[in-house]
């Protein structure tokens, strides 16, 4: 049953990143009570993870044991906006918008950040991007909400005693101004 849901769960984050926009290189946040990540090779800064080495030195590392696996898929994301709207370079540095990520992050037994990795697949139009270019405040309001949601579902999570691993990433990157 275990390797059913696991091939399920397998099969979807698949089709996910074969679905998604083409050429788009978007973060992926992951955090785990009990699957070891810090094992894998460090990421350079600036450097993109290909969606085979995403696939082989992250994803199978969760599915080595049994698990509950979480995945939070947000429209838009960058590494910029976490810097940006998570008060990365304040005093104190709650994580403004991104506080119950930051918590999550810092609490887990094991986390890694990606911050490009790339998605294969049918295009996108430049129109459409500026189509759908967002103010800056309602960005921080957005990421807040979704921070909120992301913080009341690892707390329950956490609460069950499960072993479990989340993944945070979106269909697209966001573009910051």
């Not at 009990?34 to 600036?46: F, H, K, W, Y």
């Not at 429209?75 to 104190?92: E, H, K, M, Q, T």
């Not at 960005?139 to 989340?166: H, M, N, T, W």
């Amino acid at each position: 049953m275990a390797a059913l849901s696991t091939s399920l769960f397998l099969l979807s984050f698949i089709l996910f990143f074969a679905f998604a926009k083409s050429g788009s290189q978007v973060p992926v946040f992951i955090w785990s009570k009990d699957s070891e990540l810090n094992g894998a090779t460090p990421v350079l800064a600036g450097h993109t993870v290909e969606g085979n080495d995403f696939e082989e030195k992250y994803l199978d590392r969760l599915f080595e044991s049994p698990k509950l696996i979480c995945v939070f898929i947000q429209d838009r994301l960058s590494v910029d906006d976490i810097s940006r709207y998570g008060d990365a370079y304040s005093p104190g540095d709650s994580g403004a918008a991104f506080s119950n990520l930051k918590i999550a992050m810092e609490t887990a037994n094991s986390s890694v950040v990606l911050p490009l990795v790339e998605l294969n697949s049918a295009g996108v139009s430049h129109e459409l991007v500026n189509l759908i270019k967002r103010k800056t405040d309602g960005l921080v309001r957005e990421f807040s909400s979704e921070d909120k949601l992301i913080g009341a579902i690892v707390e329950q999570i956490s609460a069950s005693g499960l072993p479990y691993s989340c993944i945070l990433t979106s269909t697209a990157p966001n573009v910051v101004h």
